[in-house]
């Protein structure tokens, strides 16, 4: 039977007692119904799962005695950057979620000329943590025991100038002579860049490929830029990662 899994910052420590966070302490006792005795499985984002066993409900306050660390087994071989363009709130939400599924390591989000969205410091704050609450609820249901790092959001000027190259780069683009599928290198590192609605305009482009990214294209149709996401992120696990 799988163990409903649950989020907490650490880091933890096996064969110790914690409470669990307000928002897990809630879906522990008010949705899931969950009472004393009853097992979970708890993880701090660092790769490693604790089984517990709920020792206390009281309300919403939800208490657990944690067991020994276990190491996670859910991660990629590929470690994906996703440099995503950030879209309308259900769009950029939905692309993260399914992101982290899809396994990424870590999601850069970045403005563009064609953004809709536009973020001052404090939004672009507030932003970054609702993005993160998407992706520790995709770690929690998909088996993840490693959470992606999510930076703060920057223009894609700023990402280009001030990120350091790692790994393989590519850039979708529908124009592309190269067809993302047809790519035969075997990176263990790869950052993706995917453009917002609207997609990158020509400048972005150019400066993405001056930075080293390679352009590729996914077949003869356009695609959404929730939709790119997870049909690029599935070719590239499936290509070098754990989708084989």
Request: hydrophobic share 40%.
């Amino acid at each position: 039977m799988r163990l409903n899994r649950i989020f907490c910052d650490g880091p933890l420590t096996g064969r110790t007692e914690i409470d669990l966070p307000a928002a897990g302490g809630y879906h522990v006792a008010r949705v899931l119904r969950m009472r004393e005795g009853a097992p979970l499985s708890v993880f701090d984002g660092s790769g490693h799962e604790f089984g517990a066993e709920i020792t206390r409900v009281a309300g919403d306050k939800v208490t657990v005695m944690l067991g020994d660390p276990t190491p996670g087994t859910a991660e990629s071989p590929l470690r994906i950057t996703l440099v995503q363009g950030v879209s309308r709130s259900e769009r950029m939400d939905w692309t993260l979620q399914k992101a982290t599924e899809l396994g990424v390591a870590a999601i850069a989000p970045v403005l563009t000329a064609r953004s809709v969205v536009r973020l001052d410091e404090k939004q672009a704050a507030k932003k970054r943590e609702h993005w993160r609450g998407i992706v520790i609820g995709a770690c929690e249901q998909c088996g993840r025991a490693k959470v992606p790092a999510i930076s703060a959001p920057m223009t894609l000027r700023e990402y280009l100038a001030t990120v350091r190259k790692d790994g393989f780069r590519l850039v979708l683009s529908p124009s592309a002579p190269a067809s993302l599928v047809g790519l035969s290198s075997m990176p263990s590192k790869a950052e993706l860049l995917i453009g917002p609605e609207g997609g990158l305009d020509d400048d972005e482009l150019h400066a993405a490929q001056k930075a080293g990214f390679m352009p590729v294209r996914l077949g003869p149709r356009v695609l959404r830029t929730e939709t790119a996401a997870v049909v690029a992120l599935s070719v590239l696990q499936g290509l070098w990662g754990d989708l084989q």
